[in-house]
């Protein structure tokens, strides 16, 4: 299986554009996004159609809740319900909290925006000792040994974690394939899982002329 993993979108929709671009020549089975996909400087509606246009998987992150609610609407380049196409709209009151899809050699992925269902939850690659022992989403999720790997967004921080469950309980993979919001070292991640369970992640950047290179590949 070979995924195509997007972060926190941000309206960039020329960011995107190259992203999906790039996934369809690595030939990912499917792509999966972490959501926010509103408030940011680009075309939020183009960058809506081209994820519905892949059939990407899309949670809801806390900007599209936000939207929904009207909350939180005077942040730099926000966004609002009435300004967004039909389709935008309907694609926005669509998004799960979260979703999963099953992995070959068993158990599931779980997709989410934050961890788990909360989305405004952080996992930082350098959380350590009381960071992690005060995260209850993250040792909810560590509690379910059916969950092999995590892919989640809101930091806009690339990472793959590690997380060992103990008593002979598979390990939990997390990983952040970063944004796609300029200002933030925009990129995106590629997840192969073979039949035997091994996997790897990929991860690449978009430079600032617009070039796609792959800048790490990590083993699960």
């Not at 519905?52 to 009207?70: C, F, M, P, Q, T």
């Not at 070959?104 to 269902?117: D, E």
């Not at 092999?148 to 598979?170: D, Q, S, Y």
Request: proline share 6%; with cysteine.
């Amino acid at each position: 299986m070979r995924l195509g993993l997007i972060g926190d979108v941000h309206a960039e929709d020329v960011h995107l554009k190259l992203t999906l671009d790039a996934l369809r020549e690595a030939r990912v089975e499917r792509v999966l996004c972490t959501g926010d996909l509103v408030d940011g400087p680009g075309d939020v509606d183009r960058a809506s159609a081209l994820l519905r246009e892949a059939s990407a998987l899309v949670v809801r992150g806390n900007h599209d809740r936000w939207i929904r609610a009207d909350e939180m609407r005077r942040l730099p380049h926000a966004h609002a319900m009435t300004a967004l196409a039909v389709d935008t709209i309907a694609q926005l009151k669509g998004l799960p909290p979260t979703a999963s899809l099953a992995l070959p050699g068993g158990g599931t992925l779980l997709l989410c925006h934050g961890v788990g269902p909360n989305d405004m939850q952080r996992l930082l690659p350098d959380d350590r000792g009381y960071a992690l022992s005060t995260n209850d989403d993250l040792l909810a999720i560590l509690f379910d040994p059916s969950v092999r790997v995590m892919v989640a967004g809101h930091t806009h921080r690339p990472m793959l974690r590690r997380f060992e469950r103990g008593h002979g309980k598979p390990p939990l993979f997390a990983v952040n394939p970063g944004t796609l919001a300029r200002d933030d070292e925009p990129g995106f991640a590629i997840l192969e899982i073979a039949d035997d369970g091994a996997g790897r992640v990929d991860f690449h950047r978009i430079g600032p002329d617009r070039t796609v290179m792959r800048t790490s590949s990590a083993l699960l």
